[in-house]
């Protein structure tokens, strides 16, 4: 009898974009293998998927820029018969962990992806890259078209994930070039959400750790640079049509609807008002980027996909999960 029942593989898998990827299959019926050394997956990630995922999830801790060979060797040979997709979002993705961990981010988004990649070739399985949009650095064209190639420091503080994001790119379509495959990327904007790691330096998990504990908002700079703030479940169901397209060129995946960080402050600030939670500012980081906010033009016309969820309905629901978490905060 046939297995028609899909594998997926998902490189840091329980991370926050990770872990949603997980969960949205597991609620497919699909079977997952979840692949992190938790070098900075939030750990209750784990604990919630292997709650949820029962037979049809396997969590295998190892390090993928390594050899696949010896833990892919213990996955059941049912569930290699039908191997559909591997995502590899294996790699740290906020300022203060990529740059804590900067050459092993650099490996991750090179080495990690072939690693990725010709493991999924040698299971006629289509491969998923976590691209960024921190490729395009420091923009000069607003907003953000695939078609620009950015503006980026190859010797600055970020330069080790955006430059080796740059460089997975570029690796996956000489793959394809040369082997005649059918990767493809997304590169993902400001995204948030449940699961989010609480320390993990990025602005929305910052603002609103920081109001739960009653402290004050960090603002770099004056707060005049921009972003947009994608919620996560809108962002794992473009993901999952992508993935399931033949795509392998980049397509943005985010919200269009752009917030100055002051702006942002400032709805948490009403969020919490009877807090009466005060700003402070501090030195602007360098090579941060003054404009982000992506054209999904793409998006809507090769994938139908556009964002449904805004930034006051994401926002309830991520305090919502900060508190039932308990995660450091009152």
């Known amino acids: 009898m046939a297995n028609n029942q ?114 999924a070739d040698r299971h006629t399985a289509r491969c998923v890259f976590a691209s960024t949009s921190e490729i395009y650095g420091d923009p000069t064209i607003h907003p953000q078209t695939e078609s620009y190639w950015g503006n980026v420091n190859t010797c600055g503080p970020r330069s080790c994930y955006d430059e080796s994001k740059r460089f997975g790119e570029s690796l996956l379509y000489t793959h394809n070039w040369k082997k005649g495959t059918q990767h493809g990327l997304v590169r993902i904007f400001n995204t948030y959400g449940p699961r989010m790691n609480p320390t993990d330096g990025r602005v929305v998990v910052n603002f609103l750790v920081q109001a739960l504990q009653g402290k004050d908002l960090t603002v770099f700079g004056d707060g005049a640079q921009t972003r947009s703030f994608c919620y996560v479940d809108d962002l794992v169901n473009a993901i999952r049509k992508y993935a399931d397209s033949n795509l392998t060129s980049p397509v943005n995946i985010g919200n269009p609807v752009e917030f100055t960080v002051l702006e942002l402050a400032q709805k948490v600030q009403e969020i919490f008002s009877d807090k009466k939670l005060k700003l402070t500012y501090h030195d602007f980081p360098k090579d941060d980027p003054k404009q982000r906010c992506p054209n999904i033009s793409i998006a809507k016309s090769k994938l139908a996909w556009e964002p449904k969820i805004d930034l006051q309905t994401g926002l309830t629901k991520m305090i919502d999960w900060l508190k039932h978490e308990n995660l450091g905060v009152s």
């Not at 050899?67 to 591997?86: T, Y």
Request: glycine share 8%; charged share 15%; proline share 4%.
């Open 6 to 119: 899909k594998t997926v593989i998902v490189t840091g898998g329980c991370g926050f974009l990770g872990s949603h990827i997980c969960e949205s299959h597991l609620k497919s019926g699909d079977r997952v293998v979840s692949v992190d050394n938790f070098s900075t997956s939030n750990l209750g990630n784990d604990e919630f998927l292997k709650k949820m995922g029962g037979e049809n999830l396997i969590v295998v801790e190892a390090d993928v820029t390594q050899s696949w060979n010896e833990w892919s060797a213990h996955l059941p040979e049912s569930w290699l018969e039908n191997v559909a997709c591997v995502y590899h979002f294996a790699s740290p993705a906020s300022p203060p962990l990529y740059q804590k961990l900067a050459l092993e981010t650099m490996w991750v988004n090179t080495i990690g992806l072939s690693n990725a990649m010709n493991w």
